[in-house]
T-cell receptor, first 112, second 113 residues
Framework: KAGVTQTPRYLIKTRGQQVTLSCSPI?????VSWYQQTPGQGLQFLFE???????NKGNFPGRFSGRQFSNSRSEMNVSTLELGDSALYLC???????????FGSGTRLTVV | AQSVTQPDIHITVSEGASLELRCNYS??????LFWYVQSPGQGLQLLLK??????LVQGIKGFEAEFKRSQSSFNLRKPSVHWSDAAEYFC???????????FGTGTRLQVFP
């Protein structure tokens, strides 16, 4: 079956702009989470969605938001981009809580 | 609060040698524990997971990990490393009723022929 699909793979944005990243989970998976990966901070949890409801949120500013649709697809949005938002953004989905995630290949965001 | 420590930032081994990557966690109850591997520019691949039961867990690619509650450890092992195992390895802990994972800082594995 198809894996977790993230689009786009690469993105270059200018400081101050906003960006929307998309994630399509594995068919049947209802839980979707997002992580930010940077060399300095490592892997940090952003949000977790289950059946269109945000179940958990990490310690990120309000510029970072997300949502999940009825088909479990998820988007995350970052407004007023800063240079420090440059990172690999990873989406992951799971079937059951605690079952372990399947990760997508990520979206590499570069803010210039 | 939950936390994960991977004390080794970088490990170098020869091909065919055995491997052990260390992971220590902090969590009040029995945690969900995971090991993931990441190749450059790629996402994370799940190697194995522990929820309960047998403390020795078998994973993909010939990896295994042992949960030791007394030491709060979940070390990853492989008896014979292949050059294709060169990658970054992450240990993670999850909590009940949530899919939020806390990751360690990772261990970069380099394999020499």
């Amino acid at each position: 079956k198809a894996g977790v699909t993230q689009t786009p793979r690469y993105l270059i944005k200018t400081r101050g702009q906003q960006v929307t990243l998309s994630c399509s989970p594995i068919s049947g998976h209802r839980s979707v989470s997002w992580y930010q990966q940077t060399p300095g901070q490592g892997l940090q949890f952003l949000f977790e969605y289950f059946s269109e409801t945000q179940r958990n949120k990490g310690n990120f500013p309000g510029r970072f938001s997300g949502r999940q649709f009825s088909n479990s697809r998820s988007e995350m949005n970052v407004s007023t981009l800063e240079l420090g938002d440059s990172a690999l953004y990873l989406c992951a989905s799971s079937w059951l809580t605690g079952d372990g995630y399947t990760f997508g290949s990520g979206t590499r965001l570069t803010v210039v | 609060a939950q936390s994960v420590t991977q004390p080794d930032i970088h490990i170098t081994v020869s091909e065919g040698a055995s491997l052990e990557l260390r992971c220590n966690y902090s969590y009040g109850a029995t945690p969900y524990l995971f090991w993931y591997v990441q190749s450059p520019g790629q996402g994370l691949q799940l190697l194995l997971k522990y929820f309960s039961g047998d403390t020795l867990v078998q994973g993909i690619k010939g990896f295994e990990a042992e949960f030791k509650r007394s030491q709060s450890s979940f070390n990853l092992r492989k008896p014979s490393v292949h050059w294709s195992d060169a990658a970054e390895y992450f240990c993670a802990v999850g909590a009940d009723n949530t899919d939020k994972l806390i990751f360690g800082t990772g261990t970069r594995l380099q394999v020499f022929p």
